[in-house]
């Protein structure tokens, strides 16, 4: 019986297939031989890849076309980079392929990768661990060969640049024994070197480590990758990262790059690069010198001048302030002030001597004044008298006789004077009863006569 719940379509197991291989397996790098390549329109490129026992498919997509490092053909051995994957309308798996390499140089490009990588994790190539170069050094190891044209055009940029002390270890820089070569100059370099002189005759050099060399050179001219492999080297690089002293990397031409250049202090493009970042420029130098000892010249003129300024002004202010000038300053005040003060004097007397005369002529103009004065007021005086006793006397009797006019209208508004004319006032707790309002049932009065008093009830 089929279970009809557990059947599948073609394109299901298919995708099933595809999930599992492309989450399963990471990106795979794989050595064959070309075979089966077409590339039709689309810029595709379509072949496979074989050994003596098995054959795959694969396709490399022209989007990749930028990391196609050269055109494969029928029978190339070939290295490929690729994720594996399964085309569904074949229902075959095959790689997509993100890069090609033939087969002796891909090994040397897969090595040259994993070294990288290694001794980038590891921090060989951080910022940080990069020595700086020295901007005056005394002296320079070059690690090269010394039959190349290599150690001529640094040493010609040096002798024009910025003469100095070069020491040589002569290296062999290419094939299995360069490596060793260049790790023994690393670690010769600062024991026994070969010194260069003038005349580019090599003498044997000998003196304390590290005495005069201030920076290393090491390199060659340019070639083919496997040309320069040996500066890919492990140790080499582990040597260079280790070494005390900055060392310039000179390998090949600009668009060389090996694991040398990455772990050096200083990449420099080319060998004459090298020199020039090693050296500085004596005209460079001297134009620089001239500058500055123009602006010295240009600051010390300036002070000097400032300072000439200023000692002029204290000069002059010494001079105002010498105490013989303040002497004879106080001294021609003093003859001011008291000749001043004499004719203060004088004009002090003046005016005394004419105060005390207006003075005199004050006082019995004063006098005179007075009894004149003294004489009219005495008669006015008496005119007044005369004067005030009559109207003081006729206001006397004007006021007495409206003082009698007003007792006898009080007296005629007197109660006393009502009570005599036969009426009587009223009173209750000592106030006058004007109404009988006031009045009730048993209240106690008291009425008053003009001669006695009764009491009262009212019923």
């Known amino acids: 019986m089929v279970d009809l719940e557990n059947i599948f379509t073609v ?14 397996v990471s990106l795979l790098q794989i050595e064959g031989e070309v075979s089966n390549l077409s590339r039709p329109s689309s810029g595709h490129i379509y072949f496979s890849l074989k050994d003596e026992k098995a054959l795959i498919r694969c396709v490399f997509f022209s989007g990749f076309g930028r990391s196609l490092d050269f055109i494969p053909q029928n029978g190339n051995k070939v290295i490929i980079s690729g994720k594996l994957t399964v085309y569904e309308r074949d229902g075959q798996y095959q790689i997509v ?28 190539f951080d910022k940080e661990h990069k020595k700086k170069l020295p901007k005056y050094p005394r002296g ?28 040589l270890y002569p290296a062999i820089v290419q094939g299995n024994e360069a490596a ?19 005349k580019n005759h ?5 003196g ?18 496997e040309d320069l492999f040996c500066f890919n080297d492990e140790k080499l690089a582990r040597a260079i990262s280790a070494c005390p002293i900055p060392i310039i990397s000179a390998v090949g031409h600009e668009t060389d790059f090996t694991i040398c250049d990455f772990v050096a202090d200083v990449r420099a493009a080319t060998p004459s690069e090298a020199a020039e970042l090693a050296v500085p420029n004596r005209i460079e130098m001297n134009n620089t010198l001239q500058n500055k000892k123009k602006q010295l010249e240009t600051i010390v003129f300036s002070g000097f001048q400032d300072i000439k300024h200023k000692m002029l002004i204290y000069k002059k202010n010494l001079q105002e302030m010498h105490p013989q000038n303040f002497i004879n300053k106080y001294q021609q005040n003093m003859d001011f002030y008291l000749k001043r003060m004499n004719n203060f004097m004088i004009s002090i007397n003046n005016i005394k001597s004419k105060h005390k005369q207006q003075k005199e002529m004050f006082q019995n103009r004063c006098l005179n004044n007075i009894q004149l004065a003294f004489n009219k007021k005495a008669l006015s005086l008496n005119k007044n008298h005369e004067k005030l006793f009559y109207i003081t ?13 007003r007792k006898k209208l009080l007296s005629g508004l007197s109660p006393k004077s009502i009570l ?38 009212i019923v």
Not at 11 to 24: G, P, R, W
Not at 103 to 113: K, R, T
Not at 141 to 157: K, R, W
Not at 180 to 198: A, M, N, R, V, Y
């Open 11 to 24: 394109y299901e197991i298919t995708q099933h297939i595809k999930h599992i291989l492309e989450n399963s």
């Open 97 to 124: 392929v993100s890069r090609i390499i033939p087969y002796g140089i891909g090994i040397l490009h897969i090595q040259f990768e994993k070294l990288k990588e290694k001794l980038k994790k590891e921090g060989l």
């Open 140 to 167: 320079i190891g070059i690690i090269t060969s010394e039959t190349g044209s290599v150690l001529q055009d640094i040493l010609n940029i040096i002798s024009r640049r910025y003469p100095l002390d070069v020491y």
């Open 180 to 198: 060793p070569s260049l790790i023994e100059g690393i670690e010769q370099i600062t024991k026994t070197t070969h010194k260069i002189d003038g």
């Open 202 to 206: 090599f003498s044997h050099v000998t």
């Open 208 to 225: 304390e480590s590290n005495r005069h060399v201030d920076i290393i050179i090491i390199g060659r001219g340019g070639g083919s990758f």
């Open 393 to 405: 006397n006729n206001k006397l009797h004007i006021s007495q006789n409206e003082l009698q006019n």
């Open 420 to 457: 005599k004319k036969g009426y009587s006032i009223i009173q209750k707790d000592g106030k006058t009863i004007s109404t009988i309002n006031n009045l009730n049932t048993k209240d106690e009065i008291s009425i008053l006569l003009k001669d006695g008093q009764c009491q009262a009830e």
